[in-house]
């Protein structure tokens, strides 16, 4: 990792010090570089972040729409399982 001194407007400086008290993060160096990170690059897809490919949501997600369509057309009810 490599260090650079970097000049912030009094604004962004107090936005990460709030963060840093709030215990969101350890220190202000951790606070600066997860907002860079997110910035520059972009957050991480769902996918990538769940670990999961679009394929394995996808093929679920067309089997329950395909089960809602036959439901709605037969007029039967719809039971779905809940966990919650």
Do not use: N
């Not at 840093?20 to 350890?26: C, I, K």
């Not at 202000?28 to 907002?35: I, N, P, R």
């Not at 490919?53 to 093929?59: G, H, L, Q």
């Amino acid at each position: 990792m490599s260090k650079r001194q970097i000049v912030l407007s009094d604004a962004l400086a107090e936005v990460g010090e709030t963060q840093v008290a709030s215990g969101r993060y350890t220190d202000y160096s951790a606070a600066t570089q997860d907002a860079t990170w997110h910035f520059f690059p972009g957050a991480p897809s769902p996918f990538e972040e769940y670990g999961v490919t679009p394929e394995e949501v996808e093929r679920p997600a067309a089997k329950d729409l395909e089960r809602i369509r036959r439901a709605r057309k037969t007029g039967a009810p719809l039971v779905t399982s809940c966990a919650w």
